[in-house]
């Protein structure tokens, strides 16, 4: 499990979370199944999980995907005289929608307690022209800590009203982590049309822990991880002035 966190976290790092999309479209998905479809007599399933309604099922493991006790209200249990239903219930998905969180919030604190333990430091940065003579490299340091994927983020600001993008991603960062980050000039200059060169800029670095947003057994929402592990816990920054 903890192979398939530390994944999902390398390819969501400094990515925007997708889980009210992906929640919307597995409703749409039950939605489209007919009320009425059943599935009974299944002999070899687990004790409970032997007679559903297709839809209710699909709604269950909506609600446990998600983490979503309010999808739960739509799973309805088909009762049979010989074959155990109780599996596929509003009971039975609460109870499993709050065992996937519990086992969420042990996660999320794991990963809270080693980073807190050893948080590293944006030590500095500097902003420098690139070899080409025309774009520019962000090179930043960092002092040793838990190594773990970051999202950078590097903004100009107190240029206009809204800080200027340079550049934002996810990267894995360790003690001895050396990066030296291409940033187009092309690409600033959409952003920031009034950009001269030879002129010094205050440029922004935010640095913060990327938890993502779950993974196969259990996707998190934006509010569920803001409560159990707050993004100013896990988030630093560090103002320098550049000449550009």
Request: proline share 3%.
């Amino acid at each position: 499990m903890l192979v398939c966190l530390f994944l999902q976290l390398l390819l969501s790092a400094g990515w925007a979370s997708d889980y009210a999309q992906r929640k919307a479209a597995a409703q749409q998905h039950c939605e489209a199944i007919d009320p009425g479809q059943s599935q009974s007599g299944l002999a070899f399933n687990p004790d409970g999980y032997k007679s559903y309604y297709v839809q209710s099922e699909c709604f269950q493991n909506a609600a446990i995907q998600f983490r979503d006790g309010a999808l739960c209200d739509r799973v309805r249990r088909r009762y049979s005289l010989f074959w155990s239903s109780w599996g596929v219930s509003s009971g039975q998905c609460q109870k499993l929608v709050a065992q996937g969180l519990a086992a969420d919030r042990a996660e999320i604190e794991g990963v809270r307690r080693s980073y807190l333990a050893a948080v590293p430091q944006l030590k500095s940065f500097r902003v420098e022209r690139n070899g080409n003579g025309r774009d520019f490299d962000i090179v930043p340091e960092f002092t040793a800590g838990y190594a773990h994927g970051y999202t950078l983020t590097f903004e100009i600001v107190e240029v206009q009203q809204q800080p200027v993008l340079l550049h934002s991603d996810g990267y894995f960062i360790g003690g001895d982590s050396r990066l030296r980050i291409f940033v187009r000039q092309a690409e600033v200059r959409t952003r920031f049309p009034g950009m001269e060169l030879n002129h010094v800029y205050k440029v922004r670095a935010t640095m913060t822990l990327s938890m993502g947003n779950g993974g196969l057994s259990g996707y998190w929402s934006d509010a569920f991880l803001e409560n159990a592990f707050p993004a100013r816990e896990r988030t630093q920054s560090l103002t320098i002035e550049s000449r550009f």
